[in-house]
């Protein structure tokens, strides 16, 4: 299976910074069928980016995805304070879709 | 706006089959444009692929829980259901449902990105 490293696991920043968050895979993904998701406390994952780039719908665009192959970035280009939360990477490529372990974005 | 809510028991024994079902709002699970998928999350972990279906046939599980694992969908009541067998503590989880997009690649519809999540139900395994 493709296994999805990310890091940093903690970022601490402030309000108004940019976060770049990234997501490395262990093997090339197909049709660069990578997502990016946010998930709060208590709450289901919500998706952010698919296909590597595109936004998904209702997204705000400080929300940017990139990469290729092996390499994919998430940056958010002003920090808000709603956006502190966990990001995870998924895989849709290749069966078993897979996970990133989550990068937090923390109030520094 | 698709709305998809997962209930089922919060407590199930060790040993014994763990059973959830997804409810579908807003939109008809026979679409052929949509596979139905479940994935779960340990209460300190990261996010594990359980497995899918699609309603024109066929599933796909996570091979670590292949074995244990099955899905199925009754359009008649517009739901999906999860059956894990023979459970252990390691089992206990959020378990969210998820709507699947599809794309076109080479004439055949293959599965694409999650667009829609349910709020998830802890399900704890103990005696």
């Known amino acids: 299976e493709i296994v999805l490293t990310q890091s940093p696991g903690t970022l601490s920043l402030s309000p108004g910074e940019r976060a770049t968050l990234s997501c490395r895979a262990s093997?090339?993904?197909?049709?660069?069928?990578l997502a990016w998701f946010q998930q709060k406390p208590g709450q289901a994952p919500r998706l952010l980016i698919y296909?590597?780039?595109s936004r998904a719908t209702g997204i705000s665009d400080r929300f940017s995805g990139s990469g290729s192959g092996t390499d994919f970035t998430l940056t958010i280009s002003r920090l808000e304070p709603e956006d502190f939360a966990v990001y995870f990477c998924?895989?849709?490529?290749?069966?078993?879709?897979?996970f990133g372990q989550g990068s937090k974005v923390e109030i520094k | 706006q698709v709305l998809l809510q997962e209930s089922g028991p919060g407590l199930v024994k060790p040993s014994e089959t763990l059973s959830l079902t997804c409810s579908v709002s807003?939109?008809?699970?026979?679409?052929?444009?949509?596979?139905w998928s479940w994935i779960r999350q340990p209460a300190a972990g990261g996010l594990q692929y359980v497995g899918r279906?699609?309603?024109?046939?066929?599933?796909n599980y996570n091979p670590s829980l292949q074995s244990r694992v099955s899905i199925s969908l009754d359009a008649s009541k517009n739901h999906f259901s999860l059956k894990l067998t023979s459970v252990t503590v390691a089992d206990s989880a959020f378990y969210f449902c998820?709507?699947?997009?599809?794309?076109?690649?080479?004439?055949?519809?293959?599965?694409?990105?999650?667009?829609?999540w349910g709020p998830g139900t802890l399900v704890t395994v103990s005696s």
């Open positions: 998820g709507r699947v997009t599809t794309v076109v690649i080479g004439g055949l519809i293959t599965p694409s990105y999650f667009d829609s």
């Open positions: 807003g939109g008809s699970i026979r679409n052929g444009t949509f596979y």
């Open positions: 279906i699609f309603p024109r046939g066929g599933t």
């Open positions: 093997q090339s993904v197909s049709n660069n069928f």
């Open positions: 296909g590597a780039s």
């Open positions: 998924q895989q849709y490529g290749r069966s078993p879709w897979t």
